[in-house]
């Protein structure tokens, strides 16, 4: 039985786990975290990415902790001018043959996890570090921090957006600073001030930012996200935490109910927002990428951890078709590169799309939420993603 080694234990690296587990494989998972532990953010999974777990054989159990929101609007920075929007997410079911849903992170990583130890009790080991990755004709090695070195067949780098092993295969990282930083928040949904839509999801759209609010878990819980033109903050962290003021600061002229859910959040976390260009490759022989390590990219279209879990399904896919590990993980490349490739480029035009000058007054944004935001605008930016099925494109 062929044997591959995952570095990271994130939404990619147990979903990758899971996909060749699935297959037969034998895997093993080194994450860094002393504990299995996601941040407190929420995650839109759109049709393509709920498609994609039920491949993998947890949509179901996912789909009792998620949220499938009414409906979508959009409403102007400072006058709270409210349109309600074509919803490719309500009619998801109908068009695409899944839902798209908003997911509490933690909650999705449980429940890939779980699956991953049904199928190995033992396959996920917390607390190692990877520190290097060596290949021979024969297999591959991971080199852990504590000094010890396990062998595989093959090592998947899922080390995330600042992944070692992407280091380690083709050197430096072409970050760029997109000049944005990222607020979040998480709430009880009974914080949220009754003036605001409870069970939509929201997107305020500015001159230098934008907003995006839904609900997470069964509708427990609001999910808040602050995307504003910022220059001086540059730290790309998942755990770097900000202040209530420097949040309502970064929202100066923004409307109350903008205000009110900062207001509302028990803690504000910044993330620097980095743009980088699609490799050209992420396959060196027995060692492969998967998820942010491979692709990664900024949140605007929302795509991110979907990749990873559309990468790990093709990679399960492609080791399955081809018994050579490195046909396997080139045809796997192969396959995704292009894919991820138009969606990192995709998030970036919408950084530019979301905050655009012709906000600044209620005429310049009517005829740009008519021109941006009408069903065919909507149709033309998002159903070539809606549409992608992991679980059968070609290979
Ligand atoms: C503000 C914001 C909002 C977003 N919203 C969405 C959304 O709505 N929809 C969506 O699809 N995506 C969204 N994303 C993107 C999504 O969060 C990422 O694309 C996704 O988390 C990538 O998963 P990953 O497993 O590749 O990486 P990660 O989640 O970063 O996981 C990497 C794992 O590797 C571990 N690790 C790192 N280095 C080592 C090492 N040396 N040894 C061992 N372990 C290591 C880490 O501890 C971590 O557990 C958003 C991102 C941001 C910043």
Known sequence: MKHLLIAGGGIGGMAAALSLLNRGFDVDVYEQAPELKEVGAGVQISPNGTRALHALGVFDELQRLSCNTKSKEVRLWNTGRTWKLFDLGTEAIDRYG???????????????????????????????????????????????????????????????????????????????????????????????????????????????????????????????????????????????????????????????DVHALIEAAPSLFKWALMGREPMKQWTKGRVTLLGDAAHPTLPMLAQGAVMAIEDAVVLGRCLDKYSDIATAFQRYQDARIDVTARKVLGAN???????????????????????????????????????????????
Not at 129 to 153: E, K, N
Not at 353 to 375: K, M, Q
């Open 98 to 256: 899944f839902p798209y849903v908003t997911v509490y992170r933690p909650d999705l990583l449980q429940v890939l996890a779980d699956a991953v130890r049904i199928r190995k009790r033992d396959a996920i080991h917390l607390g190692r570090r990877v520190v290097g990755v060596t290949q021979q004709d024969s297999g591959a090695t991971l080199h852990l921090d504590d000094g010890a070195s396990v062998a595989g067949d093959g090592v998947i780098g899922a080390d995330g957006v600042h992944s070692g092993i992407r280091r380690a295969l083709f050197n430096g990282d072409n970050a760029r600073f997109f000049g944005m930083i990222a607020w979040r928040g998480v709430m009880p949904i009974e914080r949220v001030p009754v003036q605001i839509s409870r069970d939509k999801a929201t997107n305020w759209i500015g001159v230098g930012g934008h907003v995006v609010h839904y609900p997470l878990r069964a509708g427990t819980l609001m999910n808040f996200v602050g995307i504003m033109e910022r220059s001086d903050w540059r730290v790309e962290s998942w755990t770097e935490q900000g202040t209530a003021e420097e949040c309502h600061h970064d929202h100066r002229g923004w409307h109350a």
């Open 349 to 395: 035009d919408n950084a530019i799309r979301f905050h655009n000058p012709a906000l600044a007054t209620e005429a310049g944004a009517t005829i740009y939420v008519d021109r941006e935001w009408s069903r065919d605008a909507i149709i033309r930016r998002y159903e070539w993603i809606f549409t992608y099925a992991a679980d059968a494109v070609s290979i």
